[in-house]
């Protein structure tokens, strides 16, 4: 059986590019349980997956809460369960449809700054029009 490997705060904030804050912060949430020495904090390959899943699912947008809830429910069992699998999906499919909403969102923004430019831009050309045809008069 392979040696459990242990990781310093430092080096999973190293590897995985966040601060010691971050990782403390995580562990007040309650989804890190690193072991302690003394003051020492000694996190468990556990530890390291959950930070990993913490991370991933921060690009994917879940809320730390969403992820606490996935992991209690996987601690329910030895290899997590139909409950977990179905809070999954049912945070993957809100998650979609606010992903939806922002697309359209944005493109109804680009729509919006399209039509302003293309204001100014007909503004502008009008000023210019009046400003030479004011300068060729006055000569």
Known sequence: MAE???FS?????Q????TTRSIRFYEDQGLLKPARRGQTRIFSSK???????ILRGKRMGFSLSETKELFDLW???LSGNEKQLLKMLEILNNRRAHLEQQKNDI???EM???TAEARCREALAELQKTKEQSL???K
């Open 4 to 6: 459990k490997r242990t």
């Open 9 to 13: 705060i430092s080096e999973l904030s």
């Open 15 to 18: 590897e995985f590019d966040v």
């Open 47 to 53: 530890d390291r997956v959950r930070l990993k899943l």
């Open 75 to 77: 601690d329910e069992t």
């Open 107 to 109: 493109a109804m923004a």
């Open 112 to 114: 919006e700054m399209d």
């Open 136 to 138: 060729a008069t006055n």
